[in-house]
């Protein structure tokens, strides 16, 4: 059950977006890998200003990376033959920001951060092989 | 949550870029980001979601999508 607010329960559009800090008993985020050892460039914003806006993604959401609720939901979005997940536990003093936005599906969880500080969260990483 | 719906999303961390009502409109938006050179194929794929949320698939685009790579000289 996770501890976030949605836009739904307070009577908000789907597309609202409610970036909060991070609740008080600590929150547990995964998040897909380039490879196995977790580097600070998987916790990177990768797109520029202009690259933003020409690719459609608001100005809001480029400086947020994807994580989600649950191992299996990153699993299933990835489309790699072997990927790799790791598990972040993140304190709540902090100047991390989250806000759930399951329009994008669901236990998909949009986050603010200093990628050190998404790093420095890793407790664990999975290895998964996807069944042929 | 709805409507089913396609995401565009980076092929690596999944970082989204766009939603989408329909797979045409997703690989559509793709397919535009390529022919402007704003993405490389490959770089990008779609997550196709149910109406709770579910991630049904996860899919590249068609190979018709990357520019052509002909020998004319």
């Known amino acids: 059950m996770t501890q976030l607010p949605s836009p739904d329960a307070h009577g908000l559009a789907e597309t609202a977006t409610i970036a909060v800090p991070v609740p008080p008993d600590g929150l547990t985020l995964h998040r897909l890998l380039e490879h196995q050892t977790p580097s600070e460039h998987d916790f990177e914003p990768k797109l520029s200003r202009n690259q933003a806006k020409l690719r459609g993604v608001p100005e809001l959401f480029r400086g947020s990376i994807s994580h989600w609720l649950e191992h299996a939901q990153a699993v299933r979005a990835s489309e790699r033959s072997i990927c790799f997940v790791a598990k972040l536990e993140l304190p709540p003093d902090s100047l991390l920001r989250v806000a759930l936005t399951e329009q994008l599906g669901r236990g998909h969880v949009d986050v603010w951060a200093h990628p050190q500080e998404l790093l420095g969260a890793v407790v664990d990483v999975v290895r998964h092989r996807r069944r042929p | ?73």
């Open chain 2, 1 to 73: 949550m709805g409507v089913s719906a396609f995401i565009v999303q980076e092929s690596i961390h999944a970082d989204w870029v766009s939603r989408h009502e329909t797979r045409e409109d997703a690989i559509a938006g793709i397919e535009e980001m390529i022919r402007e050179g704003l993405a490389e194929p490959g770089e990008f794929n779609i997550r196709e979601i149910d109406s709770r949320g579910e991630t049904v698939r996860v899919f590249g685009v068609p190979d018709a999508a990357a520019p052509a790579k002909t020998g004319v000289a």
